[in-house]
């Protein structure tokens, strides 16, 4: 590699991929689809309406919006990286296969950061934003302007992802980038900057995100609706977002750190001059292990009103879910050292740490007896959200029991590091996380578009999906018996080659899943006259997001609505009533700001700055963020005030 | 519909608190996470040098003191903008509480900047890059703070019945009172036990 120059530094003519075909076609995909969607914006004249109603917009309904679209773009790029690695794995038995390993191995290191980092996150961030402020009865976030802000950061950290394909290559330290492989001595080049900054720059924004929601839900919710009457999706991203306050900052370190021993030359993981690469495993965990449940919270509270209201029945056991989710929250803090137990802890530490692994499946089991005592002799409808809430039932018990074997140190010994802990973990993530979030979109969309997705494409979604998965990862827990190790680019054991192929047939019906999601997607929106929802109302709704219209207001409801039970919309339905709601009013909202993407676009240049030591880009990205948080410090009148009914906009 | 507006920005004004207070709780783990690692590090001297042979008891007081200082002076600086004295007095608090955390970073980049020509940089050991990570995020947000407190200045001049303004500065007030308990943490778990 050349001298660093200041103007480009370590950038130069080899960061290009033309070094294979696979890289090359990745490469001009990335950027056609950029172009393409630039292309189309322009050919449509609708540079406007995307600045002033999206990129700018401080409408937490559109911010939620969009995290969905950037994670729904994510999830199709991290699919097509997991159907290579099946692929080669199929292929690879007793040969090179069709990828050199230095590939392969980007491909899972990316796999796994696009598929936590900004398909899951933005996930269930785009679902928190859009759905919490709609269940509280509040008209807007506590700050709107953060929110953008951390919209923003994630996307920057996305953009970076996204750039890795096309401008250098991605690590190949695996999502989890331990050290000291992931040390400049052994991993020089841009690959783990690239996941670094990627990951570091998302993280802020997500500190913010729940920051953001704690004081949204303690302080903004509805007249009368007391902790004990909120939506138990509202009490998950509560506890979720508790703990990305208190998780996120060991992430932030941890990389830090890492990125201070890369570029710096500093020794805090190093194998030599008195580094110490456990203590990166462990500053990872202790957030790592809490990001699981960020992540798996939410959509069990997405479970949780999906099972209600498809069953049109109360909710069963709603005291001991808030207590069950409470206490998974404050126990994911104390489990950490399961995902090291060949570190070489004494083994009390290991059967301590073993231990609170396994009481964590007491809540989680408390949970799914609620669902199945919501469901029993309840009147259930099989939409599609509920068809993945009841195929999440049946395959996520199968993850939760392999977790528990996988809490006993001495099975977990023995199984550490093969594709048995890949099937459990994607048998947690897969049924329990992404068929929640699937089930949240199929749920709410017709609230944020005003009409319904449609049925048989979304059934057929969930088919493939269901028996898709099952065929991809069942196969793995065999080989993972068997001895597998992960992350494999060829092996010579004709005993895995035939499970190989069955996940890879598995991935292969996946993306048929995918298919139907973008089938569903189309159909839908072609034939939206028929599936249009005038009711505000198509599910037969418990909680307040449907006593108002499809799509909302700016403003979400134009009289407060008043809380006097847990369900009370439902009741008012029941008793065919009105909703109860406070008296007309006038209040502010915020106009829009271009801080948020400033300060997105300002995390870029700091990160592609970092990452290829162009220190005046990253000073200057600096500049741009801390000119922006000053500037909207001074900005007067960013608030307009309005009075529904007299803008006509009133339903 | 004034009493309503003055109520909407009371209760924002108590929601940017709130928020601000789960920052520094976020912020206050970040730092935990650093001292743990620096007192996991700090035996890994690796052949170089140790605390003992770096620290100046001199230097450190005079931080210490200037630090501690400025945190009195922020508390006038809010003491007086909440009472509705003078604008002045709020200024001239505020301008000393600059002056003194901008003393505490010369005095601190000074002593990085001799363990650095004297072979005692980041690079040498473990226990230095650990050192000179928690003493340089601490010192990062002391300069944040300052970049804050300017700004602040300026907003005080313009509109000085703001009470937006107002509730930043007791913002502003949190954050400097947090890295001073910070700055005692760095002060008796790395330095203390070197120097007694």
Same mark, same amino acid.
């Given at each position: 590699?050349?001298?660093?120059?200041?103007l480009?530094?370590?950038?130069?003519?080899?960061?290009?991929?033309?070094?294979?075909?696979?890289?090359?076609?990745?490469?001009?995909?990335t950027?056609?689809?950029?172009?393409?969607?630039l292309?189309l914006?322009t050919?449509?004249?609708?540079?406007?309406?995307?600045?002033s109603?999206?990129?700018?917009?401080?409408?937490h309904?559109?911010?939620?919006?969009m995290y969905?679209?950037?994670a729904?773009?994510?999830l199709?790029?991290g699919?097509?990286?997991?159907?290579?690695?099946?692929?080669?794995?199929?292929?690879?038995?007793?040969?090179e296969?069709?990828l050199?390993?230095?590939?392969?191995?980007?491909?899972?290191?990316s796999?796994?950061?696009?598929?936590?980092?900004?398909?899951?996150?933005?996930?269930?961030?785009?679902?928190?934003?859009?759905?919490?402020?709609?269940?509280i009865?509040?008209r807007?976030?506590?700050?709107?302007?953060?929110?953008?802000?951390?919209?923003?950061?994630?996307?920057?950290?996305?953009?970076?992802?996204l750039?890795?394909?096309v401008?250098?290559?991605?690590s190949?330290?695996?999502?989890?980038?331990?050290?000291?492989? #992931? $040390? @400049?001595r052994f /991993?020089?080049?841009?690959?783990v900057? *690239?996941?670094i900054? &990627?990951?570091?720059?998302?993280?802020?924004?997500?500190?913010?995100?729940?920051i953001n929601?704690?004081v949204?839900?303690?302080r903004?919710?509805?007249?009368?609706?007391?902790?004990?009457?909120m939506?138990?999706?509202?009490?998950?991203?509560?506890?979720a977002s508790?703990l990305?306050?208190?998780a996120?900052?060991a992430?932030?370190?941890?990389?830090a750190?890492l990125?201070l021993?890369?570029?710096?030359g500093?020794?805090?993981?190093?194998?030599?001059?008195?580094?110490?690469a456990m203590n990166?495993?462990n500053?990872?965990?202790?957030?790592?292990?809490?990001?699981?449940y960020?992540?798996?919270?939410?959509?069990?509270?997405?479970? #949780? $009103? @999906?099972?209600a /209201?498809?069953?049109?029945?109360?909710l *069963?056991g709603?005291? &001991?879910?808030?207590?069950?989710t409470a206490v998974?929250?404050l126990?994911?803090?104390?489990?950490?050292l399961?995902h090291f137990?060949t570190?070489?802890?004494?083994?009390n530490?290991?059967?301590?740490?073993?231990?609170?692994t396994?009481?964590?499946?007491v809540?989680?089991g408390?949970?799914?007896?609620?669902?199945?005592?919501?469901?029993?002799?309840?009147?259930i409808?099989?939409?599609?959200?509920m068809a993945?809430?009841?195929?999440?039932?049946c395959?996520f018990?199968?993850?939760?029991?392999?977790?528990?074997?996988?809490?006993?140190?001495?099975?977990?010994?023995?199984?550490?590091?093969?594709?048995f802990l890949?099937?459990?973990?994607?048998n947690?993530?897969i049924?329990?996380?992404l068929?929640?979030?699937?089930?949240?979109y199929?749920?709410w969309?017709?609230?944020?578009?005003?009409?319904?997705?449609?049925?048989?494409?979304?059934l057929?979604?969930?088919?493939?999906?269901?028996v898709g998965f099952?065929?991809?990862?069942m196969?793995l827990?065999?080989?993972?018996?068997?001895?597998?190790?992960r992350?494999m680019?060829?092996?010579?054991n004709p005993?895995?080659?035939?499970?190989?192929?069955?996940?890879?047939?598995g991935?292969c019906?996946?993306?048929?899943g995918i298919v139907?999601?973008?089938?569903q997607?189309?159909?839908s929106i072609?034939?939206?006259?028929?599936?249009?929802?005038?009711?505000?109302?198509p599910?037969?709704g418990?909680t307040?997001?449907w006593?108002?219209?499809?799509?909302p207001?700016a403003?979400?409801?134009?009289?407060?609505?008043?809380?006097?039970?847990?369900?009370t919309?439902?009741?008012?339905k029941?008793?065919a009533?009105?909703?109860?709601?406070?008296p007309?009013?006038?209040?502010?909202m915020?106009?829009?700001s271009?801080?948020g993407?400033l300060?997105?676009?300002?995390?870029?240049?700091?990160?592609?700055?970092?990452?290829?030591?162009i220190?005046?880009?990253?000073?200057?990205?600096?500049?741009?963020?801390?000119a922006?948080?000053?500037?909207r410090?001074?900005?007067?009148?960013t608030?307009?005030?309005?009075?529904p009914?007299?803008t006509?906009?009133?339903? | 519909?004034t009493?309503?507006?003055?109520?909407q920005?009371?209760?924002?004004e108590?929601?940017s608190?709130?928020?601000?207070?789960?920052?520094?709780?976020?912020?206050?783990?970040?730092f935990?996470?650093i001292f743990?690692?620096?007192?996991?590090?700090?035996?890994?001297l690796?052949g170089?040098?140790?605390?003992?042979?770096?620290?100046?008891?001199?230097?450190?007081?005079?931080?210490?003191g200037l630090?501690?200082?400025?945190?009195?002076t922020?508390?006038?600086?809010?003491?007086?903008a909440?009472?509705?004295?003078?604008?002045?007095?709020?200024?001239?608090?505020?301008?000393l509480?600059?002056l003194?955390g901008?003393?505490?970073?010369?005095?601190e980049?000074?002593?990085l900047?001799?363990?650095?020509s004297?072979?005692?940089?980041?690079?040498?050991?473990?226990?230095?890059s650990?050192?000179?990570?928690?003493?340089?995020?601490?010192?990062?947000?002391?300069?944040?703070g300052?970049i804050?407190?300017?700004?602040l200045?300026?907003?005080?001049?313009?509109?000085?019945?703001s009470?937006?303004?107002?509730s930043?500065l007791a913002?502003?007030?949190?954050?400097?009172?947090?890295?001073?308990?910070?700055?005692i943490g760095?002060?008796?778990?790395?330095?203390?036990?070197?120097?007694?």
């Amino acid at each position: 590699m050349d001298e660093p120059t200041i103007l480009l530094g370590r950038l130069g003519m080899q960061a290009l991929p033309f070094y294979s075909w696979v890289a090359l076609c990745g490469a001009l995909v990335t950027v056609g689809c950029g172009l393409g969607f630039l292309a189309l914006v322009t050919w449509l004249g609708r540079w406007r309406d995307l600045w002033s109603g999206w990129l700018t917009s401080l409408d937490h309904k559109r911010i939620g919006i969009m995290y969905v679209i950037l994670a729904l773009i994510m999830l199709i790029r991290g699919f097509v990286d997991a159907i290579m690695m099946r692929l080669q794995q199929a292929l690879s038995y007793s040969s090179e296969g069709y990828l050199p390993p230095e590939h392969f191995e980007q491909i899972f290191s990316s796999h796994g950061t696009i598929m936590i980092f900004f398909m899951a996150m933005p996930f269930v961030t785009g679902l928190m934003n859009f759905v919490v402020p709609l269940q509280i009865g509040a008209r807007d976030v506590a700050f709107p302007a953060v929110n953008a802000i951390s919209f923003w950061l994630t996307a920057a950290g996305a953009g970076l992802m996204l750039i890795s394909l096309v401008i250098g290559k991605f690590s190949t330290a695996g999502w989890t980038g331990y050290p000291p492989y #992931s $040390e @400049v001595r052994f /991993t020089p080049g841009v690959g783990v900057d *690239y996941w670094i900054w &990627s990951i570091m720059i998302s993280g802020v924004g997500t500190t913010l995100t729940g920051i953001n929601f704690i004081v949204t839900i303690l302080r903004k919710r509805a007249p009368g609706m007391t902790l004990m009457r909120m939506p138990m999706f509202v009490w998950t991203t509560l506890c979720a977002s508790i703990l990305i306050v208190f998780a996120f900052p060991a992430l932030t370190v941890s990389t830090a750190m890492l990125a201070l021993d890369r570029t710096l030359g500093l020794h805090f993981f190093t194998i030599d001059s008195g580094g110490n690469a456990m203590n990166y495993m462990n500053l990872f965990w202790i957030w790592g292990h809490p990001e699981v449940y960020i992540l798996i919270l939410p959509a069990f509270g997405i479970f #949780s $009103e @999906v099972v209600a /209201t498809f069953s049109s029945k109360r909710l *069963y056991g709603y005291t &001991s879910l808030v207590y069950a989710t409470a206490v998974i929250a404050l126990l994911s803090f104390t489990v950490w050292l399961h995902h090291f137990f060949t570190m070489g802890a004494s083994a009390n530490v290991n059967a301590i740490f073993g231990i609170a692994t396994m009481i964590i499946a007491v809540p989680t089991g408390v949970k799914v007896f609620d669902w199945m005592f919501t469901m029993y002799r309840g009147r259930i409808r099989f939409e599609p959200p509920m068809a993945f809430t009841v195929g999440f039932m049946c395959l996520f018990v199968i993850g939760g029991m392999t977790g528990v074997l996988l809490a006993i140190p001495p099975i977990n010994y023995s199984t550490h590091n093969t594709t048995f802990l890949v099937a459990h973990f994607h048998n947690m993530v897969i049924p329990g996380a992404l068929f929640g979030y699937v089930a949240g979109y199929m749920y709410w969309f017709p609230k944020a578009f005003g009409f319904r997705l449609d049925r048989t494409w979304g059934l057929r979604a969930f088919w493939f999906w269901a028996v898709g998965f099952t065929l991809a990862f069942m196969p793995l827990y065999v080989t993972g018996l068997l001895g597998m190790p992960r992350r494999m680019s060829s092996y010579a054991n004709p005993a895995w080659h035939p499970w190989l192929i069955l996940a890879f047939l598995g991935a292969c019906l996946i993306f048929l899943g995918i298919v139907s999601l973008g089938m569903q997607l189309w159909v839908s929106i072609r034939d939206r006259a028929r599936l249009t929802d005038a009711t505000g109302d198509p599910w037969d709704g418990r909680t307040l997001e449907w006593s108002t219209s499809s799509p909302p207001p700016a403003w979400n409801f134009d009289t407060v609505p008043l809380v006097a039970e847990r369900d009370t919309f439902h009741a008012a339905k029941q008793a065919a009533q009105p909703m109860p709601h406070q008296p007309a009013d006038s209040f502010d909202m915020p106009k829009n700001s271009v801080s948020g993407i400033l300060i997105g676009l300002g995390g870029f240049w700091v990160g592609f700055g970092a990452i290829w030591y162009i220190w005046w880009l990253a000073a200057a990205g600096l500049g741009l963020i801390a000119a922006t948080m000053i500037g909207r410090s001074f900005a007067e009148h960013t608030e307009m005030r309005v009075t529904p009914g007299e803008t006509g906009d009133v339903t | 519909m004034t009493m309503l507006s003055d109520t909407q920005t009371r209760s924002k004004e108590s929601e940017s608190d709130f928020g601000f207070w789960l920052y520094l709780m976020s912020d206050a783990i970040l730092f935990g996470l650093i001292f743990a690692t620096f007192v996991v590090m700090s035996p890994n001297l690796a052949g170089g040098p140790g605390g003992r042979d770096l620290f100046d008891l001199a230097n450190l007081t005079l931080q210490t003191g200037l630090l501690l200082a400025s945190s009195l002076t922020i508390a006038l600086a809010h003491h007086t903008a909440a009472n509705g004295r003078s604008i002045a007095a709020t200024v001239f608090w505020m301008v000393l509480t600059a002056l003194l955390g901008a003393g505490f970073l010369v005095l601190e980049l000074r002593e990085l900047a001799q363990f650095v020509s004297a072979g005692a940089g980041p690079q040498r050991s473990g226990y230095l890059s650990a050192f000179f990570t928690l003493v340089g995020t601490h010192g990062l947000h002391v300069a944040a703070g300052l970049i804050w407190i300017g700004t602040l200045i300026v907003q005080f001049m313009l509109r000085p019945a703001s009470p937006a303004v107002l509730s930043r500065l007791a913002r502003l007030t949190l954050f400097w009172h947090f890295l001073d308990i910070v700055w005692i943490g760095v002060f008796s778990l790395v330095y203390l036990p070197e120097l007694i």
